[in-house]
């Protein structure tokens, strides 16, 4: 139990740590901010890439919002 509780934890703040990096390069790319979302961009991937190392997220959804933000942020810089 106690074990579990850890896990839980540690899992909370890794998946914590990538949702609010996702969340300021939306939030950037919504208000059109093209340095910003870049900037924020890099640590969402990193953040995603943390997150699949330690097993929180699967590899395959990892990726899969890695390219829908770079989509998202390509588009806004060719604007």
Excluded at 18 to 41: P, V, W, Y
């Amino acid at each position: 139990m106690r074990v579990t509780v850890k896990k839980t934890e540690k899992n909370r703040k890794i998946k914590g740590q990538f949702r609010s990096a996702i969340k300021a390069t939306r939030e950037a790319i919504a208000k059109g901010d093209k340095d910003k979302a870049q900037a924020n961009l890099k640590k969402s991937i990193q953040a995603l890439d943390k997150a699949t190392e330690k097993n929180v997220i699967h590899k395959n959804t990892a990726a899969r919002t890695k390219s829908r933000l770079n989509k998202t942020v390509k588009e806004l810089v060719k604007k």
